[in-house]
């Protein structure tokens, strides 16, 4: 009998640690998932300002085909630069922490400002299409929108970092590879 009690006193101290290592792992996890859920969070929020902008931008487009013939390769680029930011736009939705779909909406999005600046440039330059209903209330909406999306991109970023710092941090990381979180983007 007294020889079992060492062996006992053995397993339960295993059975102690085996439970403290698996409650680690259940927290890190949840946190991590946490981090995840709080970056599609912070997408969702710019998804629904870019949907807003779209709504605003299709119809300006439409608005100014006809007074601005003349320059239809300027407004055809922004009407391109918007389809592929759109896109890119509906990949990230799929998943929102994937890198790769964040970098090509990055960049679908930095295309898109060249031809969106040049088309409000040449609003600004005749008047008789700047101030016509259509135009006028949807520019207004463009402006708002711009600094809006600005600040939402800063809180995906600020929670991309939360997120990446989490998945490198020891001794989570050796958890990564386990439940495949990967690293994300930058927006």
């Known amino acids: 009998m007294a020889a079992l009690w060492p062996d006992l006193w053995d397993w339960l ?7 403290v290592l698996m409650g680690w792992m259940v927290g890190a996890y949840n946190r991590l ?3 995840r859920t709080a970056l599609v969070t912070a997408w969702g929020q710019i998804d629904e300002l870019l949907t807003r902008r779209s709504a605003a931008l299709e119809p300006m487009i ?17 009407e391109a630069a918007l389809l592929k930011q759109q896109e890119a736009a509906r990949t990230v939705r ?3 922490s994937a890198a790769e779909a964040l970098s090509a909406w990055v960049l679908a999005e930095s295309e898109l400002g060249s031809p969106l600046a040049r088309v409000q440039a040449l609003v600004e ?5 700047a101030h ?3 135009v006028r209330p949807l520019r207004k909406q463009l402006e708002e929108l711009g600094p809006r999306i600005g600040y939402a991109r800063q809180g995906f970023n600020e929670q991309a970092d939360a997120y990446n710092e989490a998945i490198q941090a020891f001794p989570t990381r050796l958890l990564v ?9 930058r927006v």
């Open 13 to 19: 101290l295993r059975l102690a640690l085996l439970a």
């Open 33 to 35: 998932v946490r981090l």
């Open 62 to 78: 439409e608005a100014l085909r006809e007074p601005m013939a003349a320059e239809a390769n300027t407004v055809q680029a922004l």
């Open 94 to 96: 799929a998943r929102p």
């Open 125 to 129: 330059q005749h008047p008789e299409v």
């Open 132 to 134: 016509t209903d259509p």
């Open 177 to 185: 590879g386990l439940f495949r979180f990967k690293p994300t983007a």
